[in-house]
């Protein structure tokens, strides 16, 4: 699959795809979207990526073993949890605050966090998939 | 309780102290004794301790306990003769590498013997129950290494542990027959079981629990086949506990279901026989060991015998040869292994001429022989007189059981001598190893339990007052005293007594011959429950063989078809039985478009089901999930719709990448018979769902939860997309949950195609197979 | 409406039984597939359909205005429908790695851990 064409659009590809899927997970709360919709792109993106210039290459890009992001992850959407036991309530309760930011107001809450929690997770694990398969040299 | 905390700490002292662990060892089982005697005064009195916490109160489940003059009767001589064997088993095993475990199971035991005879609730006497069960079953087969340990061991686990069974289930009906579910209001009321109509049921499953833990016949076989166990287990369990917790039961409740016709025949008839039987079989042994553990089989036949006569004598002399029964066997079990662990052998035809080498141990052993002989100033005669006063005046059958009493006694007492003197008298006899006197862990023991069965009868009114008078009084559910003196009396059992004695050094005499006879005509019947129990189990084992290879028989197919084959009939027998078919639907409105998608999604499913290349299947999979999403999208579920098209992206990458890989076409190669008869099951399946999801949808719909969440999503969690807040909020946990799923999914799969890469040849032989 | 659905949901349910029941796994692995899609498409069919209105609430509102689509079901299926896809994932590699080590894709022929003929276990203690 290595042809021209692919290879050089893939990066512009993979590129876009990942920040739509950061915008697909960030407006999750309000709109279609959120983590399990927003990692599905990603882990996509970098399988193109992975099918267009190899394995290696990806896992170079990531820096990150993707099952270390997954871990991350699922540690992240955990830890949201746990400030709700600080306020008395039951544990992954979400709490809100909106502080003031350069004059606009910013919704800040434990379920962005565990929201992207979910986001990492599905990534970790599918790209962690996808390039295991992807990858021939054990054939 | 005390020694569950000391089976813990046993091994790591071990390790640090060596064999001596075994003296701090035994100061746990001390004072557990010296506080039970602490309260024999009370006891002794006519009161009783008890106590308690609720468990399952909803169940009517309680942890209770209660103590009085059996149960610490009882409790004395566990922690007493527990005592003695925790110091003989650091001397017994020493230098074992195990030596640590043992002394952890051998306190656990003890821990649960103790509980055992203090439980209060059917509860915990049936944990407590099972709890000894599997502690034998360890500490008989803790020389894992032979496989008649583990034949053993298996054997006692087995028998005794049908047994628990059986008492579980008597104690369910005793519960359901009375609606008490504890002993001490049991005992309160004594007649709520007699009357009841499911008294037959409960004690036949009762005693189904006692005499096989008690070593009953016909399930006297485990008991001397325990005898594998090391010595100071035989010496412990098998003569002195143990054994005696089927008796305890039965005693325990004489006064609640005792004084009836079947009680009264079925204890002495099966008493009698293992008698009979224990010490004929007795007399045929030449191992030390296994002679003691036969008379230990007629001795508990003795008891059982005794208890089911249920007159205060017979009471009173059950009573007495309990507490002269565990301290003369138990004593002579610990001369058995002495012998054996000093002289190297325990069959009895190479011992001779060993009372020089050994005199402590000689005088201990003659000791515990008088006593089990009966002879005047020792505890053992006090029991004798006590039940030929309570057999001396028969009436009809029970003329025979003073027969079986007689002569059983007479060969105890020729075997109890038997070990005691032949080893001991004559000309030395070379030895496997040069015999010498032990060092004093190991003759402590029988010394000690040999001088109290002296004492225990010289001092007798002490004796009766703390120990035989309450613990006769609580078999018998009222006061009884015991007087019996150890001075003869003249008459009917003073006479029997002497029979028995004279029948007795007969026996002795002649045991040799006698032993012969009795080996030709074992011989003759050649079969015995104890083979018998080989056959069972193996007969077991084929059966399960058979079964599995027809439920489990490694065929998928198989296996799927009968699943269907059943989903579809929950799903389609009761709505046509029940009339609970769906009614025709009318033809809906959709809009072309919709109908448009509907096909497709139609076309995709056909198109998966026949395709005939791979690349064809992976395509038409690909357009029927796509079809689902766009119906998500249609009908108002965006993010599905999102999650869908995603899914179904890589799931065609994926499948892409794998099946280019896989050298085959995913068509169906099979018999037309085969197909059609699928087909028929999945068309019945989807019809089924079809005509249930339709039922569902013509009923009302409750949608309280939804509006539920279409309120708060705003309100509560700030999020305007209801779906999102229900997965990251409401249902959070769920969905953590779910992604730690994800994340395992990813390392297995991870897993899976690394494992070759790094082990190949571990999969070679696996290859070869195939 | 939901009468059209429930015979797909039906249609989809078949093919999916019908493929689990083949012996060889890429079908049993195809039927796994549509048979998830089925259980997806019959939990959405029981939270009863309406066309076109998500179940979002408008900017300024708290409660959504006019019906809109049931959001439970939808949550259950967003979940379900990555487990399935992890679950199909697990399945392909199993199958495939399977088809390596056995070398064959045939469910009877695949008898490592149950050998067609394995004697009695022992008998002994």
Redesign the interface.
Known sequence: MQTLIFRTAAPYLTGLMLMFSVF?LLR??????????GG??A??AF?IHG?AFGVPAVRRALYFH??AI??F??FA??AA?LPSLLFGVP??T?L?MSPAFFGMSI?L?T?IV??I??YL??V???T???L???DRE?? | MLPFAGALLAPALVRVMKHNAGWLLAAIPLVVFLHLAGMLDAVSKGSSISGGFDWAPSLGLRFSWFLDGLSLTFALLISGIGTLIVIYAGGYLKGHPHQGRFFSFILLFMGAMLGLVVSDSFLMLFVYWELTSITSFLLIGFDHGREASRRAALQALLVTGIGGLSLLAGLLVIAQATGMSELSSLLGSVDALRNSPLYLAALLLVLGGAFTKSAQFPFHFWLPNAMEAPTPVSAYLHSATMVKAGVYLLMRLNPVMGDTAAWETILPVFGGATLAIGTLLAVRQTDLKLMLAYTTVSSLGLLVMLTGLGSDKAIEAAALYLIAHSMFKGALFMVAGLIDHEAGTRDITCLRGLRKAMPITFVAAMLAALSMGGLPLFSGFLAKEQIYYALGSPEGWQAVLLVIAVCGNALMFAIGFAVALRPFLGDALRTPKAAHEGPISLWLGPAVLGALGLAAAVAAPITHRFLSSPAASAVAGSPIEVTISTIPHIGVPLLLSGLTVALGIAAYVRLDSLRGATAGVLQAIGWGPDRGFDQVLRGLLRLATGLTRIIHNGRLDIYMTVTFVAVAAALLLPMVLFGELPSMPDVPALRFYEWGVLAIAVIGVAAVVKARSRLTAIVSLGIQGFAVALLYMLFGA??LS??QF??E??SV??LA??MT?LRLAPTDRRPHAQKLLDMAIAAACGTAFALLLLKVTQLPFDDRLSQFFNTYAKTI?????V???I???FR??D??GE??V??V???A??AL??I??KKADVHAPVRKEA | MEAVFAILVGLFFAAGIYLMLSRHIIRILLGVVLFGNAVNLLIFTNGRIIREV?P?IAEGLDVPAGAVVNPLPQALI??A??IS??FF?FLL?LAYRAYQEIGTDDTDSMRVAEPVDDGLPPMGY
């Open positions: 697909v999750g709360h309000n709109e279609p979207g959120g983590g399990f919709t599905l792109i882990a996509s399988a099918i993707p099952m997954s871990g992850g699922l959407a955990a949890g544990f992954l979400g809100w919704d809450s379920v565990f929201d929690g979910v997770v599905v970790g694990s599918f962690s998939i996808a295991a398969l992807e054990h054939d | 965006p993010d999102f999650t995603m899914v992206t890589l990458v994926i990448l794998v890989r969690a700030h999020g305007r997309n779906v999102n807040v997965i990251v909020d959070g946990l969905t953590l992604i730690a994800v994340m999914t990813g390392l799969i991870l195609i690394r070759r890469s | 998500p979002i967003l979940t429908i990555v896809f992890c994932c590699v």
